[in-house]
């Protein structure tokens, strides 16, 4: 399936592409609130749109923030909502389409250091890092450096304050967080052969209720696998 991908400032979306945003949203997640959907979406500078036709079957928001550790300053890029219609998995569009608004960002500042901030409700999601970095915190193949491992949970409790939980590496859902609905991304036996989706069961048992699993990975062409440069 082939879907046309469109990434534009939030500030030129349309009433009638926010509803539809909102409404897949529902269909995938409980607990969606339109007012915390609309104002985690004025808190974004990007949104990826995916369309069927011309219809919407999915979107991911995007914004950057400055953040600075040990005299070193760094920009990161932070995926908020982000969902694809069900019966659009296997496209590549959005891997894709991400990818150039990363190296849009890596070319617009080259001299900056520039980090990926991705919280995972579900397994899906997480499979991303392993699909475009060869390095990515937290991992089952391989450690990061010592500044790294330093640096996500620095990243996530200025972003998220006290709803970060630095011993587990995750963001806890509070009273009626979102969460995604069951069949949209279970696991089971199958799946969890896979050593990465057994990983983030491991680290994130409480993803079913909402818990994020936070993960942080350098964006560097020397960082991304051989697959991705050559989608890219």
């Known amino acids: 399936m082939k879907l046309d991908a469109q990434t534009l400032p939030v500030g030129e979306l349309g009433a009638e592409a926010v509803e539809q945003m909102l409404e897949l949203m529902r269909q995938h997640y409980e607990g969606v609130s339109e007012a915390r959907f609309n104002a985690d979406l004025q808190a974004k500078q990007w949104v990826i749109l995916l369309r069927d036709r011309g219809r919407l079957c999915g979107f991911s928001t995007q914004t950057t923030f400055d953040h600075a550790?040990?005299?070193?300053?760094?920009?990161?890029?932070?995926?908020?909502?982000?969902?694809?219609?069900k019966h659009c998995w296997g496209?590549?569009?959005?891997?894709?389409?991400?990818?150039?608004?990363?190296?849009?960002?890596?070319?617009?500042?080259?001299?900056?250091?520039?980090?990926?901030?991705?919280t995972s409700k579900g397994y899906k999601t997480y499979r991303f890092l392993p699909v475009f970095f060869r390095s990515f915190h937290p991992c089952c193949t391989g450690e990061p450096s010592a500044f790294e491992r330093e640096l996500l949970p620095s990243v996530a409790t200025a972003r998220f304050g006290d709803a970060f939980d630095a011993a587990?590496?995750?963001?806890?859902?509070?009273?009626?967080?979102?969460?995604?609905?069951?069949?949209?991304a279970d696991l089971d036996a199958r799946r969890l052969q896979d050593p990465h989706i057994a990983f983030f069961q491991q680290r994130n048992p409480g993803h079913a209720k909402g818990d994020e699993l936070?993960?942080?990975?350098?964006?560097?062409?020397?960082n991304l696998t051989d697959y991705i440069r050559r989608q890219l």
């Open 168 to 184: 587990a590496g995750v963001l806890r859902a509070r009273p009626g967080a979102q969460r995604l609905r069951e069949g949209v």
């Open 69 to 85: 550790l040990a005299g070193r300053r760094m920009k990161i890029l932070f995926s908020g909502d982000t969902i694809i219609d």
């Open 91 to 118: 496209s590549f569009a959005l891997p894709v389409a991400w990818g150039r608004l990363m190296l849009s960002l890596l070319a617009r500042d080259p001299g900056t250091d520039l980090f990926w901030l991705l």
């Open 214 to 222: 936070v993960c942080l990975a350098r964006i560097h062409p020397d």
